[in-house]
């Protein structure tokens, strides 16, 4: 029972980070209709500046999460008006190629302004050490992970729910010309929630790197695991993006610990059963 317990909270942890990429992802599709192949590289730019400002120039954690944010918020804002906002109503495939340019061109820039080899930075002390749970130590830094992850879930609702900001978003999702019609900025509120969307997935690659090394091709990587997160939950949905993560996140964990070998042969047999019974997703709506 205690290996059952310890496992589940190990792929909780695992689910938090791929909840933070997907709701980005989610985000960026459900208000911009963009499906962003290089979200993924925005979680490893989140990891390589989170390391840049803690490890390297030795700044407070909190006040490095805060600058990795602001920086990826940026390069997110810099891509979304210099080359997603023309291609908005452009067919889906145009935006596939156009984002999957941009993960190699920045896994050939993360190589050339931190080297090819992979990074991880110190744990933080205040972090350091571990806290029993059904008779075994489990990393606080972990707890932590697991707190985030909801408490951001928490924050996502109620910025869009109870908002002005996000009930805008909402109405424009669902019919930009009546949005535009009302005085509400489009283009504006367009950016603001991409950068927001950025800025999720690079929350998600600042707080992997106390556990998990960042290196090029990450991103690419991660993005392939959110994708399936997405197809299961809903695309366009962050209820479903949650749902979708826990389930490849806790899965995924006891078939490491049980059958390692087809673990991800495993959740793609999810993926596609969902796929089967409901080709929109868990909580995904028939358009």
């Known amino acids: 029972m205690d290996t059952i317990v310890y496992q589940g909270l190990t792929g909780l942890t695992a ?47 909190w006040l490095s999460i805060l600058l990795t944010l602001i920086s990826v918020g940026l390069i997110g804002l810099v891509m979304e008006l210099g080359f997603l906002r023309p291609i908005y109503k452009e067919p889906i495939g145009i935006q596939l190629v156009l984002t999957f340019a941009f993960v190699w061109i920045f896994d050939d820039l993360a190589k050339l302004a931190w080297g090819p080899v992979s990074k991880i930075v110190a744990m933080p002390r205040f972090f350091e050490g571990f806290i029993r749970i059904v008779g075994r130590p489990f990393p606080i830094y972990s707890v932590f992970i697991i707190g985030t992850g909801i408490a951001m879930a928490v924050f996502i609702w109620l910025l869009l729910d109870k908002t002005w900001w996000g009930k805008s978003i909402r109405a424009s999702a669902l019919d930009r010309e009546m949005a535009s019609a009302l005085g509400i900025n489009i283009r504006t509120l367009f950016s603001g929630a991409f950068v927001f969307a950025a800025a999720i997935a690079a929350l998600g690659g600042a707080l992997s790197v106390p556990l998990r090394v960042v290196g090029p091709g990450i991103g690419g990587a991660i993005i392939v695991q959110a994708f399936v997160v997405t197809v299961i939950g809903g695309l366009g949905n962050l209820k479903g993006a949650f749902v979708g993560a826990l389930i490849v996140g806790v899965v995924g964990a006891f078939c490491t610990l049980y059958i390692p070998v087809f673990e991800m042969f495993i959740i793609y047999i999810i993926m596609a059963v969902v796929l089967l019974i409901r080709p929109q997703g868990i909580f995904g709506e028939i358009r």
């Open 15 to 61: 689910a938090m980070f791929l909840w933070l990429v997907s709701a980005g992802l989610t985000i960026a599709f459900g208000v911009c209709g963009i499906l962003n192949i290089a979200h993924g590289v925005l979680y490893m730019f989140g990891g390589y500046f989170l390391f840049t400002f803690y490890q390297l120039l030795g700044l407070n954690f």
